[in-house]
């Protein structure tokens, strides 16, 4: 009985130390790349180009409507320019080969612009900006190599605040709409992205972006300057999507 219950004990023994051995082996290959169990911390800045009804409905109000530079004794067309800026935190854990999940915690803004030229006066506002949390899933193509693509869907929530048409408010005297709205809603988008690892655990990566959202405010009109006209053609909804380009730095902890 003694022997038979040895027997046991050693083989246990012989199939724990070889385990080991192998986790040894795991931990001692060149620490770069994607693998199961890695947990990967990062930060990212981005540029982006926002687009959909809200940019619409934000050129469309403004079309044809002029603005005297008393100065220069000059009137000109109000042209509109939309530029997106945002800078996230992120945290990913890959809990197997390949796939892992991905949480980030970013703040966006949208800033409108006018476009008279360099010699003259031009306005800046912030249309747009928000505090979002964002999750999905994170597919790697490669396994332990210094390279990487990463596929990225996401779906996130947004405390956002939204101010219709801040330009024309700043223009106009007779434009009276200052108010700013605070909105929380989903955001649904997803990224797409390369990414470069170093032996010391740094990584790099740089890639796409795309969210998009629906915002809700209550619709206003303009009397003045002419022609007259009401935001959004008096409807109280509409969608914001954004495609950014970003570049982010990072650093995994291997296990």
Do not use: C
């Amino acid at each position: 009985m003694f022997i038979k219950s040895l027997r046991y004990i050693v083989f246990f023994g012989l199939i724990a130390n070889l385990l080991a051995l192998s986790r040894l082996e795991d931990i001692d290959k060149e620490p770069v790349g994607a693998y199961k169990s890695q947990i990967l911390f990062g930060a990212l800045i981005s540029m982006g180009i926002p687009f959909d009804s809200a940019i619409e409905k934000e050129t469309d109000f403004i079309k044809d409507t002029a603005y005297t530079f008393e100065e220069q004794e000059i009137t000109k067309t109000v042209v509109l320019n939309h530029l997106n800026y945002s800078a996230h935190i992120f945290a990913e854990y890959i809990f197997m080969d390949h796939i892992g999940s991905r949480l980030s915690f970013g703040y966006n803004s949208v800033i409108q612009r006018t476009g008279f030229g360099k010699d003259y006066k031009n306005e800046s506002k912030t249309l747009y900006k928000d505090f979002s949390i964002l999750i999905g899933p994170a597919f790697h193509l490669t396994t332990r190599k210094r390279w990487d693509l990463v596929l990225i869907p996401q779906v996130g929530y947004a405390l956002a605040s939204y101010t219709p048409a801040p330009v024309a408010n700043t223009l106009f005297d007779s434009f009276d709409q200052k108010k700013s709205f605070s909105d929380s809603s989903l955001i649904f988008g997803g990224q797409l992205e390369a990414t470069r690892y170093f032996t010391n655990g740094l990584f790099i990566s740089s890639g796409f972006a795309y969210t998009r959202q629906t915002l809700t405010f209550k619709t206003f009109g303009m009397e003045a300057p002419l022609p007259e006209k009401s935001f959004n053609n008096g409807s109280n909804n509409t969608t914001l999507s954004i495609i950014k380009f970003y570049i982010s730095a990072g650093y995994a902890l291997y296990h």
